[in-house]
């Protein structure tokens, strides 16, 4: 029998070392380097908003490079630049800078919702309706796929079911994260960053040749916050607090014009103490409503969370001239050891202490034959293969709430096969007019194995129920239609019809099983990206109706999760994206949506209300006209950046990126609700002449709004957890 993970005091010994090692480590090691290599430069990157046009993005949603604005598809795209001037340091932040896209989280799984569509089961086999890949890599699980933004080239968030080209299971859409690729200039960057609550941390990027057809570069980024944001009043320690490093390196091998080979591999871990707490106006079972800080906690047990990840990958073009084939080889590994109190009181009778180790492994294979850009008909074809192995060893329930029993364990094993054949095509119908037809195909396969142990006080664990071989299989066609005219070289309009559709599964934590059953989308867009005054004038717009069906929700009686399926729901709404240089050294950019997500049919939808002497009564009720989870009406946001250059004493870059959103509910029944905020990011950097040194002085959640990530119904109470408070520091870097 497998037992949790423990951290010894040794261990935080030699972490306490490590934080101080490879913080010096980081900047140290640009300097040697420079030493080394002398004093070459990378050429400055183009500044948006020095020039006299909008920079044009190259993006990769249909799985070729093409400008932002001829890609008939909802698109966000943002440059290393742009996350550096709002602050974006996670894939988390995302939705501070993308009108509809709320950024869930919770202890360590990241959970995206994209036009209303997402998931907040944090479970071991939940893969996200909202993909996230890395350089073409799909990573299927939720708490493998927060990622510190370092090293990064461009992040792509693309709207709407991707059903076709990427397809796994990507109902709500998908994020890119592309890292940069290797160079044969010798160049890099390293910086290092001080802040509040005694944050120390540094990154590091290395890029240069080794010989005419290898380039290889690494991509290091560490962090610690050696004091929480708020303290556990019963035992007196900090929580909220993290620490993070995180490797990447690539190697790229280009042994004739025709063929280009990168391997890349990457690891990453988080160490931290998130904090869930009972909900405002609420009581939990056998304890008074908390009234401390949101960023604190009053609970038996100290949280704990230790996530790590890392994978290889291999990723080969070849071109034939009339096509390029593209492999990508993939193997993904990722763990989270979580401990937590499940009902946050100090009387011992009531407490309940939940305990997970989660492992997940993954293993990808992908062939895609894409036409020449020249090619009359543009296509794309290949072939999807995915299998991905998620265990939980075990979760443990311990005390007073579970008495007699000293524990629970259960032990689940679910493996998942899949392939998928897909194909694309794009022609010119008449002048300037485009019509594309995608499909896609999947297979797909699911096994489940789980037992449930009980432990009695001086008694071996008992054998409470046990399932082995449980399998379920799918078969589902996904496509895509849409037509696209030219009005002009900047003026493009567009119309689409996509499918959708995510696998059903397996509840990991209940027996007798209990299965969920796949579910799918259909999704109507309109839109328009038009450019105006030689380019410093920009402006996309998107109108949508998706009809989703089966939805996939979620609910936690007695604090189990239970992932079951809604009936349907409409989701229509407005996307507008704006940007534009109103006067010399000064570029604004700015996204707003309006939504309505409601259901339109969900007979058996958990209903929730407040015991009088503390916890939560479950019944069920008909959820028709109520809004879908973590759905906001509005979202806005507004990033104005403005250049003053100062001579040969450099330039000063004065950004801030403001974002509101209007509040959403969390669950069907609609009663635990976020309210309506905004959030203000702000940077104000100095530049040396040639671009070598900077200071850069930031702040995140200027104004310390208060909000959640995550909320949601149990039996024993309501629960939440809050988003950071404000934190600012500032950042020295060195180019080279």
Aim: a negative charge.
């Amino acid at each position: 029998m497998h037992m949790p993970l423990v951290f010894s005091e040794n261990t935080r010994m030699f972490h306490n070392r490590l934080n101080r090692s490879v913080m010096i480590a980081l900047f140290g090691a640009a300097i040697c380097l420079r030493a080394t290599y002398g004093a070459a430069q990378t050429a400055p990157a183009a500044e948006s908003g020095s020039g006299e046009q909008l920079q044009e993005i190259v993006v990769s949603a249909q799985r070729r490079q093409q400008n932002l604005q001829d890609v008939p598809i909802a698109v966000e795209a943002f440059t290393a630049a742009d996350i550096t001037n709002s602050v974006i340091t996670s894939d988390t932040d995302l939705g501070m800078v993308t009108p509809g896209l709320v950024s869930a989280a919770q202890f360590g799984y990241f959970q995206p919702h994209l036009r209303g569509v997402g998931t907040t089961a944090p479970s071991a086999s939940v893969e996200s309706p909202v993909a996230v890949y890395v350089d073409g890599v799909y990573y299927g699980s939720e708490t493998g796929s927060i990622f510190q933004l370092a090293g990064i080239e461009r992040i792509e968030v693309d709207k709407g079911p991707q059903g076709t080209l990427f397809g796994r299971n990507a109902t709500g859409g998908l994020i890119q994260i592309i890292t940069k690729d290797p160079e044969q200039s010798f160049g890099g960057t390293a910086s290092i960053t001080a802040g509040d609550y005694r944050t120390l941390g540094g990154s590091l990027y290395v890029t240069g040749g080794l010989t005419p057809t290898i380039a290889s570069n690494v991509s290091v980024y560490y962090q610690n916050q050696g004091q929480g944001y708020g303290r556990n009043v019963f035992n007196g320690e900090d929580v909220n607090k993290s620490q993070d490093f995180a490797i990447r390196q690539k190697t790229l091998f280009t042994p004739t014009d025709d063929d280009k080979v990168i391997v890349a591999l990457d690891f990453e871990q988080n160490h931290s103490a998130p904090v869930l707490i009972p909900a405002p106006y609420t009581t939990p079972l056998g304890g008074p409503p908390y009234t401390g800080p949101r960023q604190g906690a009053d609970g038996y047990d100290q949280p704990v969370n230790s996530e790590k990840q890392g994978g290889a990958s291999v990723k080969v073009d070849h071109d034939f001239g009339f096509a390029t084939l593209e492999s990508i080889t993939a193997w993904l590994r990722s763990s989270l050891y979580s401990s937590f109190d499940g009902t946050l009181v100090v009387d011992p009778a009531y407490v309940l202490n939940i305990q997970l180790l989660e492992l997940h492994n993954q293993f990808t294979q992908e062939f895609d034959l894409r036409s020449a850009a020249n090619s009359p008909i543009t296509w794309t074809t290949g072939l999807y293969l995915y299998r991905s192995d998620a265990q939980y060893t075990p979760v443990t329930l311990t005390g007073g709430l579970i008495a007699p029993l000293s524990s629970y364990l259960t032990y689940s094993d679910s493996t998942a096969y899949s392939a998928a054949l897909y194909a694309q095509a794009s022609r010119e119908l008449f002048d300037a007019t485009t019509l594309t037809l995608g499909a896609r195909y999947t297979w797909e396969e699911k096994y489940f194995d789980e037992s449930q142990y009980g432990v009695y006080p001086e008694s071996p664990p008992a054998l409470f129920a046990s399932v082995h071989d449980a399998n379920q299989r799918y078969e589902k066609p996904t496509w895509r239609i849409s037509l696209d005219h030219k009005l002009t070289a900047d003026a493009l309009v567009y119309a689409s019809y996509n499918r959708g559709y995510k696998s059903g599964g397996f509840n990991d934590q209940i027996l007798p099983v209990r299965t969920y059953a796949p579910e799918t989308l259909d999704a109507y867009e309109s839109g328009a990206k038009a450019a105006f005054l030689d380019r410093r004038f920009q402006v996309d717009t998107s109108a949508f109706y998706y009809n989703y069906s089966d939805i996939q929700v979620v609910s936690y009686p007695a604090g189990v999760e239970i992932i079951y399926n809604g009936a349907k729901a409409h989701i229509y709404g407005l996307d507008l994206d704006i940007k534009a240089i109103p006067f010399e050294n000064f570029t604004i950019s700015s996204g707003l949506e309006w939504m309505h997500a409601t259901f339109t049919s969900f007979p058996a939808a958990q209903l929730s209300t407040p015991a009088p002497g503390g916890g939560t009564i479950l019944g069920t009720f008909n959820a028709a006209g109520r809004h879908l989870p973590l759905a906001p009406d509005w979202t806005f946001d507004l990033t104005p950046l403005y250049t003053i250059p100062l001579g040969k004493a450099g330039k000063l870059l004065l950004s801030g990126t403001y974002s509101y959103n209007d509040g959403f509910f969390y669950e069907p029944d609609n009663r635990l609700h976020q309210g309506a905020y905004g959030l203000v990011n702000a940077s104000s950097e100095w530049e040396s002449a040639a671009n070598e040194y900077s200071v850069r002085l930031w702040a995140k959640n200027l104004t310390n709004v208060q909000y959640t990530t995550a909320m949601y119904t149990q039996s024993n109470g309501d629960y939440a957890e809050y988003a950071p408070p404000r934190t600012f520091g500032v950042t020295l870097s060195h180019r080279f």
